[in-house]
């Protein structure tokens, strides 16, 4: 039987729990299960003296022993007490064990970071020829664009452009694109401020080339911004030209815009090819090719607009007598222009018409005026003394006309010996041969009835004056200062009315004037009202005088034309209206210019031709201390 058995049958419940797990008990039972009777009777004898035997050997190893007991109390207590501190720190540690795992834990990731940073440092290292170079771009580019190596510019800032798709999330990436879209700006400026310098052709294809390349414009805007810097350009050379004297500036812009304008059109249209034909077929392209074409096309209207404005202001400001001069020249800008489509010249007769007239008015107020003053200092008992003398004078100047036709190869046309018995009238003479003489070399037909018009008024105006004059003075007048003013307004009406009709032909000859409005003339005369344009109203102009005329007035006949001319029949005339089409204002200039040069012996009216009426009587002349002034001056 099992010893734990045999341990539950024998004591039953009242088995120790101690016993049972007990390997000594399970053997001590095992021992008196195996022995006698005798033997287990004497068993409780024999355990009582060995209890006996061991408490003795106990009390003596106690007595010999005790200190090392006391000793080893000792030592157990401390035991004890270093068992107690140890499990008190076991605690503390066992506290403190989940922060220091944290702190591990970071540890490591602490570590992970600078292992990486360790490898990027490495390969940083590793590629620091490559690294510098992409970070030494802007500045590299800088210098590119400051030495005007565009195309190495361009090469970088396409390469930062592909390195942006690429990398556009690395914050330096971003830092080295904006400063070389800097650099960029600044090479836009650069080249677009050497477009407003003097360059030639090929620099202006360089040019348009790297602005296509940086794709900053369309190619309308690239046309427009062309055509402003070229303008900008221009307009400082234009702006560089002096202004003091209104007939060198216009000379001088002419000859700029003559040479830039040129340039600049040939320039855009070598450029920019597929716009040589700025209006043909722009229709039928895109919008933008429409724009385009339609940004060249406004340049040019606003270059040709701006030129006549400058133009007409100069004219107004007045270029003495050098219309032909500027006529000519305006022609051959408007001829060069021409070559490449853009001929203005039929725009240019209603200018220097409007400052012909204009100048022309000037000149004959300025003669009314002079009259006038020579009227106020005037008087009527001066001419009695005037006209003893004015026959000594005929045979000189009749002496001087036929020299001066001699030497001019024509007709000379000079000032009548009658006008210098009268200050005012030789004074009034003069400033009309002076307008005269002004308006000669650049006679426009169109202001022939103007002319006429004006100097209808300025007669009238000094036939009233004269009136005027004669009217305050009456009171006082005696019966020779009577006949003196009688005589007066004859020789204003039969001599100084004449000669300005006369030197009027001379200016506006019939057979020009005629041709140029589409008549042809053929046996006796043209078409007699044609001519009537160019016919002072005689009646009318002396109106104010007729109760000082002595006769009626007799009907006034052009001295320069045959009777003949007055009743010609309108079967005398050939019209060609319906095969002829009368020419343009510019065809008739430009026909009137060159009939006048072929004839200009004959019928120019020179300064020569149409010497000035000094009516000053020097004391040579008459015996006499000067007494009158002069009423006018020589016409240089």
Not at 63 to 87: L, P
Not at 187 to 194: E, I, K, R, S, T
């Amino acid at each position: 039987m099992d010893p734990a058995e045999l341990l539950s049958v024998v004591f039953g419940n009242l088995l120790p729990d101690q016993w049972k797990s007990s390997s000594d008990a399970a053997t001590y039972v095992d021992e008196l299960s195996s022995m006698g009777i005798d033997r287990l009777a004497r068993e409780p004898e024999r355990l009582h003296e060995e209890k006996s035997q061991i408490l003795s050997e106990t009390r003596d190893l106690a007595f010999h022993n005790y200190k090392t007991f006391i000793e080893t109390a000792e030592c157990s207590k401390e035991v004890f007490e270093d068992f107690q501190s140890v499990e008190g720190h076991l605690d503390g540690l066992l506290d403190k064990l989940p922060r220091f795992s944290e702190s591990c834990r970071g540890l490591g990731d602490v570590a992970k970071d600078i292992n990486s940073r360790r490898r990027l440092n490495s390969l940083t290292l590793s590629r620091h020829t490559q690294l510098l170079e992409i970070l030494e771009i802007p500045q590299l580019m800088d210098t590119c664009v400051r030495n005007s190596y565009y195309e190495e510019a361009l090469e970088l800032a396409a390469y930062v452009r592909l390195m942006k798709q690429k990398f556009s999330s690395i914050a330096i990436v971003s830092d080295i694109v904006a400063e070389v879209d800097a650099c960029s700006r600044f090479m836009l400026q650069q080249l677009l401020q050497q477009l407003r310098g003097p360059i030639q052709l090929p620099a202006c294809l360089k040019i348009i080339g790297y602005l296509r390349r940086q794709e900053v414009f369309s190619e309308v805007e690239l046309r427009l911004k062309f055509l402003q810097a070229r303008d900008s350009w221009f307009q400082s050379q234009v702006n560089s030209v002096p202004t003091d004297n209104a007939y060198q500036h216009i000379s001088k812009v002419i000859e700029i815009c003559r040479v830039y304008i040129f340039d600049v059109i040939t320039q855009y249209r070598a450029i920019f090819s597929d716009d040589t034909e700025p209006m043909i077929g722009a229709s039928s392209g895109s919008k933008e090719q429409q724009s385009a074409c339609g940004v060249f096309h406004s340049w040019l209207v606003a270059k040709v607009s701006w030129f006549l404005s400058v133009l007409r202001a100069d004219l107004s400001a007045g270029v003495g007598g050098r219309l032909d001069s500027l006529l000519g020249q305006c022609m051959y800008f408007g001829l060069s222009l021409g070559r490449i489509g853009t001929d203005f010249r039929a725009l240019l007769p209603a200018l220097f018409q409007e400052a012909a007239l204009t100048t022309f008015q000037r000149n004959i107020d300025a003669a009314l005026s002079a009259f006038r003053s020579a009227l106020a200092h005037y008087t009527l008992a001066s001419s009695i003394v005037l006209h003893a003398h004015s026959t000594l004078l005929s045979s000189t100047l009749a002496a001087s006309s036929s020299s001066a036709a001699a030497s001019g190869g024509g007709t000379a046309t000079l000032a009548p010996s009658q006008l210098l018995e009268f200050p005012p009238l030789a004074s009034l003479s003069n400033g009309v041969m002076g307008a005269f003489n002004d308006l000669r070399p650049c006679a426009p037909l169109a202001v022939a009835p103007h002319v006429v018009s004006c100097l209808e008024e300025c007669l009238l105006s000094v036939a009233s004056s004269l009136h005027s004059y004669y009217v305050t003075e009456s009171s006082s007048v005696t019966s020779n200062e009577t006949e003196v003013f009688q005589r007066l307004c004859a020789v204003f009406v039969q001599t100084l009315v004449p000669l300005v009709q006369s030197n009027l032909d001379r200016l506006f000859p019939r057979d020009t004037l005629l041709h140029a409005v589409g008549h042809v003339a053929t046996g006796v005369r043209a078409d007699s009202d044609v001519l009537q344009s160019l016919m002072l109203d005689v009646g009318r102009v002396c109106t104010p005088l007729k109760e000082h005329l002595k006769a009626p007035l007799p009907p006034f006949v052009d001295p320069g034309v045959s009777s003949a001319a007055t009743s010609v029949s309108s079967t005398s005339i050939r019209s060609d209206t319906a095969s002829h089409v009368p020419p343009t204002e510019a065809q008739a200039l430009q026909s009137a210019s060159s009939e006048r040069e072929q004839s200009e012996a004959d019928r120019t009216i020179a300064p020569t031709e149409l010497p000035a009426v000094d009516a000053t009587i020097t004391e040579s002349q008459s015996g006499m201390p000067d007494a009158l002034p002069a009423s006018g001056e020589r016409t240089q």
